[in-house]
C-alpha cells in the first residue's frame, strides 16, 4: 500500500513538472523570457532537476543574452535529453561566437528553424565572404568590413562608458549589404518586416545578429544605423527587457554620430536630417507627458498614429537625461542590470521625482533643442 501511494505521489509531481514546462514554453513563445523563467524557477525550486524545466529556462536565459545561465542548464539537460536540446545549445555556441562547437552540434539537431539560425550566424547572409572577428563582433561584408569593426569598438568604448557593462559573451554578428536590394532580401529571408522604404539596418537581439544597408561607404546615415542597431545589442547582453522608448532613445542619441577628420567618431550630434526631421515631428504633435511617456510599453510605443513622434520624443527626452538628470539614467541602467522589471526600475527612479519639477525642466530642455 505504501509503495502504491508512493508511485501514486510520484506521478502527480512528474505530471506538475510536465503542466510547468508547457507553461514556461508557452511564456517564452509569447516573447516573455522573464516569464518563462519565473515558471521554471518555482516549479524547480520543489524538484530540481527536471530537463524539460531545465531546458525551457535555458532558452529563455538565451533569449535574454544570460549566455552563462543558460549554458549551465541545457548542459544539464542534454545529459538526460541528449539531441532534443541540441538546437538551442548550437545557437548558444553560435551566440558566443564559438562556430566549430556551433557546427558539431548542429549535426545532431533536427530543428530546421535553429538550423538556419545557426548556419547565418556562422556562415552570414553573403556567399563566400570570410568575416573579420574582434572578442565582441563578427562582421560579414564584401567591402568595408574591417572600417565597420573598427567603428563598432569606437562606439562600443562610448556605449560602456554611458552605461557601465558586467561581463558578458555575447558576440555580436553583423551583415553589410552594399546593396539595397541584398538588405531587403535579406530582411525578407529572416522574417523582419523593414518598416519603410528608407529603414538601413534592424537588430535581431535574441539572435544577436544585425543587419545594415552600408551602401558603398559606411557614413551618414548607414553609419548612424551600424550605431543605432550595435547600439541594442549592447544592452540586451546587458540588461534584457529595457523600456523602449529608453532603448530606442538613447540608439537614437548614439546614431547621431560623426565621422571626424581623424577617423574618430563623435556622438550626440542632432543636425543629422533624420533628427532635424524628429524636430519637426515634436513641434507638430504633441510630446506624451514625462509621467505618461515613461509608461508607454513596447506596444503602445510602435502603435500608430503616434510611432513617428514617440520616436521623436524618445531621441529627445534620452538627451535630456544625458543632459539633466545622468544620474537618474544610471541608477536605473543599475537596477535593469541587476534584472528588475521595467516596472520596478521605473518606480525606484523615475516616480521618485517630483512630477511636476521634472515635466518643467524637460519641456525647457525641448524648447532649446
Ligand atoms: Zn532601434
Redesign the pocket.
Known amino acids: 500500500m505504501a509503495l502504491l501511494v508512493l508511485f501514486a505521489f510520484a506521478t502527480a509531481a512528474l505530471a506538475e513538472d510536465g503542466v510547468a514546462a508547457a507553461r514556461a514554453r508557452a511564456a517564452l513563445e509569447r516573447g516573455t523570457p522573464r516569464e518563462a523563467i519565473a515558471i521554471a524557477d518555482s516549479a524547480l525550486a520543489s524538484n530540481g532537476g527536471d530537463p524539460e524545466l531545465l531546458a525551457v529556462r535555458g532558452e529563455a536565459r538565451l533569449r535574454m543574452g544570460r549566455t552563462a545561465e543558460a549554458r549551465a542548464d541545457l548542459e544539464s539537460a542534454a545529459r538526460k535529453l541528449g539531441r532534443k536540446v541540441a538546437g538551442a545549445r548550437a545557437r548558444l555556441e553560435a551566440i558566443e561566437g564559438n562556430d566549430d562547437d556551433a557546427r558539431k552540434l548542429l549535426a545532431d539537431t533536427k530543428d530546421n528553424g535553429d538550423r538556419a539560425v545557426v548556419l547565418l550566424l556562422v556562415d552570414g547572409p553573403l556567399e563566400d565572404v570570410q568575416p573579420v572577428r574582434s572578442e565582441r563582433y563578427v562582421v560579414f561584408g564584401e567591402q568595408g568590413a574591417q572600417v565597420a569593426l573598427d567603428d563598432l569598438e569606437r562606439s562600443r568604448r562610448a556605449y560602456e562608458e554611458l552605461l557601465p557593462p558586467r561581463p558578458s559573451k555575447l558576440v555580436a554578428h553583423v551583415y553589410l549589404f552594399p546593396s539595397k536590394a541584398d538588405f531587403t532580401e535579406f530582411a525578407g529571408m529572416v522574417h523582419e518586416e523593414v518598416e519603410s522604404d528608407d529603414a538601413e539596418g534592424f537588430?535581431r537581439d535574441g539572435e544577436a545578429f544585425m543587419a545594415v544597408h552600408s551602401g558603398a561607404k559606411l557614413q551618414g546615415e548607414s553609419l548612424g544605423a551600424l550605431v543605432?542597431?550595435a547600439f541594442?545589442l549592447y544592452v540586451h547582453a546587458q540588461a534584457h527587457g529595457l523600456p523602449v522608448w529608453l532603448?530606442?532613445g538613447l540608439?537614437?542619441y548614439f546614431g547621431g554620430v560623426r565621422l571626424e577628420k581623424a577617423g574618430d567618431l563623435t556622438f550626440g550630434h542632432t543636425s543629422e536630417p533624420r533628427h532635424v526631421e524628429f524636430r519637426k515631428i515634436l513641434r507638430f504633435m504633441k510630446p506624451l507627458s514625462v509621467a505618461a511617456f515613461v509608461r508607454l510599453d513596447e506596444k503602445a510605443f510602435h502603435a500608430e498614429p503616434r510611432l513617428g513622434v514617440n520616436y521623436a520624443q524618445a531621441w529627445a527626452f534620452a538627451h535630456f537625461l544625458l543632459a539633466k538628470r545622468p544620474a537618474l539614467l544610471r541608477e536605473h541602467w543599475k537596477l535593469m542590470q541587476e534584472g528588475r522589471t521595467p516596472d520596478e526600475a521605473r518606480v525606484a527612479t523615475f516616480d521618485r521625482e517630483d512630477a511636476a519639477v521634472l515635466q518643467k525642466e524637460w519641456e525647457e530642455f525641448l524648447a532649446g533643442l
Open positions: 537588430s543605432h542597431e541594442h532603448d530606442e540608439a537614437e
